[in-house]
């Protein structure tokens, strides 16, 4: 496959220059660490389901590194391929990045919720050769569905099942490559520092996901000024309950905490509870998630305090942000909240500044990260005054380098800025506070639901006549999925369930189920036949989730 970062080119010069492409991978700097301190901690992770806990220190995890890679050139694995992998927050979601660094192929992490239909969409049109997948997670068998999907996919030449945190198959498969060094033709192949090295997939309005495209340049420029500015440093304690194959997880719980030389603690199922105890006894310093990781930890500050003690900073984003919930969390979490704006294909654009004030902190998004500009225009981009909603657009040092096999998509001008899809509002501070999205997506939880793909396959149903997906508010979610339905003449009735098993039986993530099902005699339509989703939402926001209403 050709890998063509069209968004590359017409900024290195100038990034190189300025300083904000600083010439390094996170692979450079873990071998930094190895050399300094190989005996110092580098990854624990805890397996929520059996309460199981296993530490590699910088040594032990570059002997992972080091079977994983050469595992990998045994498969056939070259310079340039994509290497997919579909698992949770486990350690070989660590090694295979940095193995797949030290020979040059491209990473291309996978949601755990994704199923047949996404995936068969990501693996072909990312042309991975090779796929690693859990055996089962959460209760699902992961491999039942790989074998069905593997047939399909004639470019995937290996579909490789790790198993679980208690079935360690991955083991037996990688322990003769351990120790070993690898071939110099395959370590002649490492990674770049702009070498496209991560492919992620982030659902939008074209019916289809894109393939978002990093560098490791890109993507420091965003991580070194964010671990200064929020004072984080070699003394920190990383916690990671976002999945690693988002880019939360990928960029803060991975990148950044080896770059900073300081332990990263991994959780793979979120339970509040867990994450308590984990946070108390790890000492964990940090955290970064969305809005209802936030809203469960602060439920039981509010009882107890105590396993939070050395909790410093929480930096909450994703997710629509109550500002009620931000003045509890730092009434009784004891943890500065710090608030934050970002995309996949950005990072963190902006945050509030720890020496921010209270009306900062719990009435804006942040102001931009050092190397980015934003700007709020209205329709037709002409900057609105201040105070105003208009559209917002982002450019500079961390914006990705294109979308794969899409670069009609980028919607990068000539000028650098990138068209976020998003409403903001810009204060005299120059701070925003996102007031809503331009794009047709809701945001459940931090995870985007594609409301396009899936209101096709409503249509699809056959006592289905018209229909609409719109966001929901809701305390805890930030946005579920409300679906409004026309029924055809003569139907049988339609409940939420039946609805669900129809979207499951499809191939849908069940984080991408509508939660609330609206029959209605007709949708509210434009003149031209556009659906008024405005009309919509304000109906949706004075619904709750989980009934149906005919």
């Given at each position: 496959m050709s890998i063509d970062p069209v968004l590359l080119e017409p900024r290195r010069e100038t990034m190189t220059r300025l300083g904000l492409w600083r010439g390094r991978t996170v692979l450079d700097d873990f071998e930094r660490n190895l050399a300094r301190d190989p005996d110092r901690t580098a990854l624990v992770c805890h397996d929520a389901t059996t309460g199981g806990r296993r530490a590699f220190t910088n040594r032990e995890l570059d002997r992972e590194v080091t079977a994983v890679a050469g595992f990998l050139v045994s498969l056939g694995v070259?310079?340039?391929?994509?290497?997919?992998?579909?698992?949770?927050?486990?350690?070989?979601?660590?090694?295979?990045?940095?193995?797949?660094?030290?020979?040059?192929?491209?990473?291309?992490?996978?949601?755990?919720?994704?199923?047949?239909?996404?995936?068969?969409?990501?693996?072909?049109?990312?042309?991975?050769?090779?796929?690693?997948?859990?055996?089962?997670?959460?209760?699902?068998?992961?491999?039942?569905?790989?074998?069905?999907?593997?047939?399909?996919?004639?470019?995937?030449?290996?579909?490789?099942?790790?198993?679980?945190?208690?079935?360690?198959?991955?083991?037996?498969?990688?322990?003769?490559?351990?120790?070993?060094?690898?071939?110099?033709?395959?370590?002649?192949?490492?990674?770049?520092?702009?070498?496209?090295?991560?492919?992620?997939?982030?659902?939008?309005?074209?019916?289809?996901?894109?393939?978002?495209?990093?560098?490791?340049?890109?993507?420091?420029?965003?991580?070194?000024?964010?671990?200064?500015?929020?004072?984080?440093?070699?003394?920190?304690?990383?916690?990671?309950?976002?999945?690693?194959?988002?880019?939360?997880?990928?960029?803060?719980?991975?990148?950044?905490?080896?770059?900073?030389?300081?332990?990263?603690?991994?959780?793979?199922?979120?339970?509040?509870?867990?994450?308590?105890?984990?946070?108390?006894?790890?000492?964990?310093?940090?955290?970064?998630?969305?809005?209802?990781?936030?809203?469960?930890?602060?439920?039981?500050?509010?009882?107890?305090?105590?396993?939070?003690?050395?909790?410093?900073?929480?930096?909450?984003?994703?997710?629509?942000?109550?500002?009620i919930l931000m003045r509890r969390a730092s009434e009784h979490l004891g943890a500065r909240i710090i608030s934050g704006w970002g995309m996949t294909e950005n990072g963190a654009v902006t945050t509030t500044r720890l020496d921010d004030p209270p009306d900062k902190v719990f009435e804006t998004d942040g102001c931009p990260m050092p190397g980015m500009e934003i700007r709020v225009v209205d329709f037709d981009g002409t900057s609105v005054p201040t105070g105003q909603e208009g559209r917002l657009q982002v450019r500079g040092c961390s914006n990705f380098v294109g979308y794969l096999k899409r670069p009609q998509w980028n919607a990068t001008d000539a000028e650098g800025w990138f068209e976020t899809g998003d409403v903001a509002r810009m204060d005299a501070d120059g701070y925003i506070r996102i007031t809503g999205r331009a794009k047709d997506i809701i945001i459940r939880g931090g995870e985007n639901i594609p409301v396009v793909e899936i209101e096709g396959l409503l249509y699809r149903h056959p006592a289905i006549a018209d229909a609409a997906v719109v966001a929901m508010p809701d305390p805890r979610m930030g946005e579920r999925a409300c679906a409004f339905v026309v029924l055809r003449p003569g139907a049988e009735p339609l409940t939420l369930a039946t609805l669900s098993a129809f979207l499951l039986e499809n191939g849908i993530s069940r984080t991408y189920l509508p939660e609330r099902l609206e029959l209605v005699g007709e949708l509210p339509r434009t003149q031209t036949g556009k659906i008024q989703k405005f009309r919509l939402r304000e109906v949706a926001a004075t619904l709750t989730a989980d009934t149906t209403r005919g």
């Open positions: 070259k310079r340039g391929e994509v290497v997919s992998y579909q698992l949770p927050n486990w350690w070989q979601f660590f090694a295979l990045h940095l193995a797949c660094l030290r020979i040059g192929a491209v990473t291309n992490p996978l949601m755990p919720i994704f199923r047949r239909r996404e995936l068969a969409f990501m693996l072909d049109h990312g042309e991975a050769v090779v796929v690693f997948h859990p055996s089962s997670f959460r209760g699902f068998d992961y491999d039942e569905m790989y074998r069905e999907l593997v047939p399909s996919l004639p470019r995937i030449r290996h579909a490789v099942s790790i198993g679980t945190p208690t079935d360690d198959r991955l083991e037996p498969l990688i322990a003769p490559f351990r120790d070993r060094p690898l071939p110099a033709e395959a370590t002649a192949g490492r990674a770049g520092p702009n070498d496209v090295i991560e492919i992620l997939y982030t659902s939008g309005t074209t019916g289809e996901p894109k393939g978002v495209m990093h560098t490791s340049n890109t993507m420091f420029a965003n991580l070194d000024p964010y671990g200064a500015r929020l004072g984080l440093g070699r003394d920190d304690v990383f916690l990671m309950a976002s999945p690693m194959a988002h880019q939360t997880g990928f960029m803060y719980g991975m990148m950044l905490p080896i770059s900073l030389d300081c332990p990263t603690v991994l959780l793979d199922i979120w339970i509040p509870a867990k994450a308590a105890e984990v946070i108390a006894r790890e000492g964990v310093t940090f955290t970064m998630a969305s809005t209802p990781f936030l809203t469960d930890l602060t439920a039981i500050a509010e009882a107890d305090q105590a396993p939070f003690a050395t909790l410093a900073k929480f930096l909450s984003s994703g997710a629509p942000i109550p500002r």
